[in-house]
């Protein structure tokens, strides 16, 4: 069994998200306003995800695009979610994908227990078994 959350994001919270953890790492920024956010699906085998584009411009108008990874973006906002106290299970798949032009993060739980089968037999036999657990006093009122 499995269970899957999805989480859809504003670009202004996506372009949030990946300012802050650009400075928290203290990777280099270029300097401006983000004018637009875009959101480019790899295709092919060997590459797969969504790929980021931040387009800022600064004040004297010039243009820089800024082109960001799947696993940066994720980051980003997994931290964002941590940062505002939105829970997240660690033992899970997180993913980015597009739906309906806004980007979502998936979060896929697998749950890998063994299923509990219950015997005739052995029902039985716990039954009788919780009897003798008993204190004397209880068993006296059966």
Do not use: W
Not at 4 to 28: G, S, Y
Not at 122 to 141: F, N, T, W, Y
Request: a positive charge; proline letters at 5%.
């Amino acid at each position: 069994m499995k269970e899957l959350r999805c989480l859809v994001f504003t670009d202004q919270e996506v372009v949030r998200a990946v300012l802050d953890r650009r400075r928290r790492v203290k990777d280099p920024l270029p300097v401006g306003t983000v004018s637009k956010v875009a959101y480019h699906r790899n295709e092919g085998p060997e590459q797969e995800g969504i790929e980021t584009r931040l387009t800022i411009t600064d004040d004297d108008g010039a243009v820089t695009e800024l082109v960001l990874a799947d696993t940066e973006v994720t980051a980003a906002l997994v931290g964002y979610c941590m940062g505002r106290r939105i829970p997240l299970p660690v033992a899970s798949d997180k993913m980015l994908h597009l739906i309906n032009g806004a980007l979502t993060l998936m979060i896929t739980m697998n749950f890998n227990k063994a299923p509990r089968l219950v015997v005739a037999g052995a029902a039985e036999g716990a039954g009788s078994g919780a009897g003798d657990r008993l204190s004397p006093k209880r068993r006296v009122g059966r």
